[in-house]
C-alpha cells in the first residue's frame, strides 16, 4: 500500500523548489516531478522551478483522497492497517446502527486490531455467505 503523504510538513505561504520539497515530505525528486506532469502548480516563469506550499497541500490532499479503498466481500475497514482486511476466523458481531444500517465489527486477522465495516441491513445475508455473523442482541434481525 502507497503511504499517506504529510502536507502538514508543508508551509502555506511558502514556495519550494522541487529538491526542497521533496526534501521536506521524504519522498523522491521523481515523485515531485511526476507530480508537476500530472497538475501540481509551479511558478513556470523562473527557473528552477517553484512550487506554491499551497498548491502542493491541497494537491497532496486531493491525492491522499483518492487513496481511499473500496472494501472487497467479506473484508472490514481496518483501523491500523488502514485496510481492507479479513475478519479473524471470519467472526464478526453484527450491531444495529440505524433502522437501515448495522456495524459489523472484528478483529482484523493480520495486526490483531478492530476492523469494522457498516451495511445495510438488506445486505446481511450476502455477507453471511463469506462471514459468520453474531448478533449482538443474541438473535437474528
Ligand atoms: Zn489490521
Not at 27 to 41: D, E, F, V, Y
Amino acid at each position: 500500500m502507497a503511504k499517506r503523504v504529510k502536507a502538514s510538513r508543508i508551509k502555506k505561504n511558502l514556495t519550494y523548489s522541487i529538491i526542497e520539497a521533496a526534501e521536506e515530505l521524504g519522498l523522491s525528486i521523481a515523485t515531485i516531478r511526476n507530480w508537476i506532469k500530472q497538475g501540481l502548480p509551479i511558478q513556470k516563469d523562473q527557473r528552477p522551478y517553484l512550487i506554491y506550499g499551497s498548491g502542493l497541500r491541497e494537491f497532496i490532499a486531493r491525492k491522499n483522497k483518492a487513496k481511499k479503498f473500496t472494501l472487497e466481500a467479506g473484508e472490514l475497514n481496518c483501523f491500523t492497517c488502514k485496510a481492507g482486511r479479513k475478519p479473524l476466523g471470519n467472526a464478526v458481531i453484527y450491531t444495529p446502527q440505524t433502522a437501515k444500517t448495522g456495524r459489523l465489527s472484528g478483529v482484523c486477522h493480520v495486526c490483531g486490531g478492530k476492523c469494522a465495516r457498516i451495511i445495510s441491513n438488506t445486505k446481511i445475508s450476502e455477507h453471511s455467505q463469506i462471514l459468520k455473523i453474531q448478533f449482538s442482541n443474541g438473535s437474528a434481525p
